[in-house]
């Protein structure tokens, strides 16, 4: 069965540090993976998405991820956070026709 | 509108009534799916809609819960004689089909449900 685990329940950055979160997932095959964000209030939003190919992949808002195989993680990163990326972030794994898993979340505090 | 839809946005019931939330994809998304988010977790899979085909109600938590899709396109989850531990934000999302099996979902806002 597939699954992601997102290590860190809560991060709090300084405005303008460097943001990484942590996701792993158990896949059975080649994984889909995604990373999503979610505002207070809002919907779910795609940041970025890996299928195959470069490994290191670029989404919105700066944000990027590397896909690991050997650690079997896609982990996020941002160079420079801004007060406006204070959100809950979700990764995901799809298989099985579509359907996705997602982890329990990572809830970024930013500081000024 | 652009975006999926979902009604209410907010519902507040008593223990034992029955709740129907409704979901409305964007427009030529084939795919359709329900996920229940409770207070400080992730999001747990409900069911998956795919065109035509049956729906894969795999991560329905029990009889009390059930969902149809009319016409592909709009779909209503009923939860029968709520429970508590029913209270959650139940979001709802849809992919298109040239993004394949394994697209991009698209979410709602989410329906609050409270039951007291």
């Known amino acids: 069965a597939q699954s992601v685990t997102q290590p860190d329940i809560h991060i709090t950055v300084s405005e303008g540090a460097s943001l990484e979160l942590r996701c792993n997932y158990s896949y059975g095959a080649t994984p889909y993976l995604f990373w999503y964000v979610q505002s207070p209030g809002q919907g779910l939003q795609l940041l970025l998405k890996y299928f195959s190919g470069d490994t290191l992949v670029q989404g919105i808002k700066g944000f990027e991820a590397e896909f690991k195989r050997s650690q079997s993680s896609f982990n996020l990163r941002k160079p420079s956070v801004h007060w406006s990326d204070a959100a809950e972030y979700f990764c995901?794994?799809?298989?099985?026709?579509?359907?996705?898993?997602f982890g329990d979340g990572t809830t970024l505090t930013v500081k000024p | 509108g652009a975006g999926v839809s979902q009604s209410p946005s907010n519902k507040v019931t008593e223990k034992g009534k029955d709740v129907e939330l409704r979901c409305d994809p964007i427009s030529g998304h084939t795919a359709l799916y329900w996920y229940r988010q409770s207070l400080g977790q992730g999001l747990e899979f409900l069911i998956y809609f795919q065109g035509n085909s049956a729906p894969d109600k795999s991560g329905l938590p029990s009889d009390r819960f059930s969902a149809e899709r009319t016409g592909g396109s709009v779909s209503t989850l009923t939860i029968q004689r709520t429970q508590q531990e029913d209270s959650a934000v139940y979001l709802c999302?849809?992919?298109?089909?040239?993004?394949?099996?394994?697209?991009?979902?698209?979410f709602g806002e989410g329906s609050r449900l409270t039951v007291l």
């Open positions: 999302a849809s992919s298109s089909p040239s993004g394949g099996p394994y697209g991009e979902l698209f």
């Open positions: 995901a794994v799809a298989g099985n026709a579509g359907k996705s898993t």
